[in-house]
């Protein structure tokens, strides 16, 4: 089954502690991209990378890491994690450029609390 | 940066009723996505535009892709309870160098009273 898959789906962590939100995706899609969803705000792009080692800031990079040394991984990195990262996230993926190519398919989310 | 404006945020209403949203920004889109989010999961596509005027129907939903490249509407007909959720729009832009970038709306959370 073609899936995008994130791990944990929930976490509850304390502010400075390093942690990370893993992201892998079966499909072999080029794209990948991670979104933060708060109360509001719809949907904003942390970060997303084109491909292998290929990585570029969304628009709300702060306070974030990723790697792409896999295809299908797309880990998501809080290296000193605060409250104002608490958030529900997204790991999405796509085909890659062009109409079409570039529908994005979600994993089904991972809810992150900072206490 | 770009942004997109949904609206309505939330909607209330009966079973059996139709709905309507939509999107509009300033900016100029080359394709319109539709997605819905259930609770507690991930945005599902529903609907793909890619052609301004563009109709595209899915089952009870039917979306267009507005003739200015700016807007996007999206119209559930005869809800019924598993309507409830909440509905993207996301428009994108095709940037040489972010590949296809999704502009996201706000969201529209939809209840339905049985």
């Known amino acids: ?115 | 940066g770009q942004q997109l404006n949904q609206s309505p945020q939330s909607m209330f209403i009966q079973e059996g009723e139709d709905v309507s949203m939509n999107c509009t920004s300033s900016s100029i889109f080359n394709t319109w996505l539709w997605y819905k989010q259930d609770p507690g999961e991930g945005p599902v596509l529903l609907i793909a535009l890619y052609k301004a005027g563009e109709l595209t129907s899915n089952g009870r939903l039917t979306a267009q892709f507005g003739i200015t490249r700016k807007d996007s509407f999206l119209n559930i007909s005869a809800s019924i309870p598993s309507d409830v959720g909440i509905y993207f729009c996301a428009g994108q832009l095709l940037f040489y160098n972010q590949g296809g970038k999704l502009i996201f709306g706000q969201g529209t959370e939809l209840s339905v009273k049985p």
């Open chain 1, 1 to 115: 089954e073609a899936q995008v898959t994130q791990n944990p789906r929930y976490l509850i962590t304390v502010t400075g502690k390093k942690l990370t939100v893993t992201c892998s995706q079966n499909m072999n899609h080029e794209y990948m991209s991670w979104y933060r969803q708060d109360p509001g705000l719809g949907l904003r792009q942390i970060y997303y990378s084109m491909n292998v080692e290929v990585t570029d800031k969304g628009d709300v990079p702060e306070g974030y890491k990723v790697s792409r040394k896999e295809k299908r991984n797309f880990p998501l990195i809080l290296e000193s994690p605060s409250p104002n990262q608490t958030s529900l996230y997204f790991c999405a993926s796509s085909l890659g450029r062009g109409l079409a190519k570039n529908i994005q398919y979600f994993g089904a989310g991972t809810r992150l609390s900072v206490l």
